[in-house]
């Protein structure tokens, strides 16, 4: 039978989901954060979803991308990128050249276009895996594992917001010393079975984070533990950290900011370094493998700019011997989907990947992912194997409608300020 997989709609949702008061290095999460939900339609009437970043830059880029797919066949992913090509990025857009404070690394209009890409690539995949009855793994050529791992992702945390801040409450409780992080990993490890644990550090001294991690050391023995402080250390305080974590650390994440740091402190420790701030781009892969600064390359689908991109990140790590991990900020069950169907076909996948999943207690599916022995099991149904909640979407999209513009914009420092009216961003190295 000839199916007709041209596209005929292209719907936007931008959204605000809860969001618990997380620190990092920057700030704090605001009460809610922007998602983008991308639906595409296509003649047979198959629909696929995506997600991506719903800040405004990205809404910008989303809208005539979406207006250019009309016509197009659902199939033509490589078009896609072409499409990109085509839309013009605001340069106040990418001026500062930082994104969320440095939290994603290097910002460029590749980059922004990218992350719209991504979106609109996993719902194009989606809506061909339903048309041809294939799950989104067939078609990026077959899983090689049947569930994927996942690591507990630990926070330093407030119980709640900040007080007179309207946000959703959750039973997480507040987690500021090495006793709260252990609590919460038990939590994690109890309610989805996690072994692995990462700690996002860059919040406190260093030496309150170190102690945390040998807390955890000693509550989990044997366990994978990484800390991740966002860069915020210059290279002799992260040498310092690696020497005495050294035992039990599986890698530490960003320990200073920019790949010549980066390679000073990978040539002075034995500690794995691993990285989601200074390779982020093909284009800066180069410098990083040459000069020995990273062993593990923290993949994040949405700004590598899809599924596809992501294999072809993890065939040049493998050609380096470089591993391959998946790095996650704030997203929902679409995007969990689309990184378990990825991570499901990446041959050399050695370590859990993150995901922020279990922090999210807002969704825009029928039925949440869950975890169990801390795996999501990769779904053969067609497509991403999961269903958008309609009513769900519009409540949140509702919400995004009716907020002022403050929240619309993800900007830590900012929620920071509201308890701490004297916060700047720090300076790096902070420590
Ligand atoms: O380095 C990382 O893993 C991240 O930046 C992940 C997230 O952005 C996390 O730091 C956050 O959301 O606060
Ligand atoms: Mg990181």
Not at 143 to 151: L, M, Q, T
Not at 337 to 347: F, H, L, R, S, Y
Request: charged share 20%; net charge negative.
């Amino acid at each position: 039978m000839t199916r007709n997989l041209t596209i005929t709609d292209v719907r936007l949702t931008p959204i605000l989901v809860a969001d618990p008061p997380l620190l990092n290095t920057q700030g704090v999460h605001q009460p809610y954060t922007p998602r983008l939900i991308i639906e595409v339609v296509t003649a047979d009437g198959s629909t696929g979803i995506g997600e991506t970043y719903g800040d405004t830059k990205y809404l910008e880029l989303a809208r005539p991308f979406a207006a250019r797919l009309i016509g197009r066949q659902v199939s033509d992913l490589n078009g896609l990128f072409t499409v990109a090509d085509e839309i013009a990025v605001d340069a106040n857009r990418v001026s500062e050249a930082i994104d969320v404070g440095g939290l994603r690394g290097v910002q460029t209009a590749d980059k922004l276009r990218l992350s719209v890409v991504s979106g609109f690539e996993v719902a194009c995949l989606d809506a061909l895996g339903k048309a041809l009855g294939l799950p989104v793994h067939a078609l990026l050529g077959g899983k090689v594992r049947d569930a994927v791992e996942y690591s507990a992702y630990l926070f330093y945390r407030w119980a709640d917001h900040p007080e007179g801040v309207a946000g959703e409450r959750d039973d997480w409780g507040a987690a500021l010393d090495p006793a709260g992080i252990v609590e919460q990993a038990r939590k994690f490890k109890e309610r989805y079975g996690f072994t692995s644990f990462k700690l996002k550090g860059g919040v406190f001294p260093p030496d309150e984070e170190t102690a945390a991690v040998h807390a955890l050391a000693r509550a989990f023995p044997g366990h994978p533990l990484r800390l991740d402080p966002n860069g915020a250390w210059s290279v002799a305080t992260a040498l310092t950290v690696a020497e005495e974590l050294a035992d039990v650390l599986e890698y530490l994440e960003d320990p200073a900011l920019g790949t010549p740091a980066m390679a000073q402190v990978a040539a002075g420790t034995q500690v794995p370094l691993a990285t989601n701030m200074c390779v982020t781009t093909f284009a800066e892969i180069q410098e990083a493998f040459t000069t020995g600064a990273v062993q593990v390359v923290l993949s994040d689908h949405h700004y590598w700019g899809g599924l596809r991109n992501t294999q072809q990140l993890a065939a040049v790590c493998r050609t380096f011997g470089v591993g391959v991990s998946m790095h996650s900020n704030t997203h929902l069950g679409i995007s969990l989907a689309a990184m378990t169907q990825v991570a499901a076909t990446v041959p050399d996948l050695h370590h859990a990947c993150d995901s922020h999943y279990p922090w999210q207690p807002e969704d825009v599916l029928t039925e949440r992912l869950t975890f169990t022995g801390g795996k999501v099991v990769v779904s053969d149904a067609p497509g991403l194997g999961v269903e958008l909640d309609r009513d769900r979407l519009e409540f949140l999209h509702r919400r995004w409608a009716a907020d002022d513009g403050t929240l619309r914009e993800r900007d830590d420092a900012a929620a920071m300020r509201v308890a701490d009216p004297e916060w700047v961003t720090p300076t790096v190295p902070r420590w």
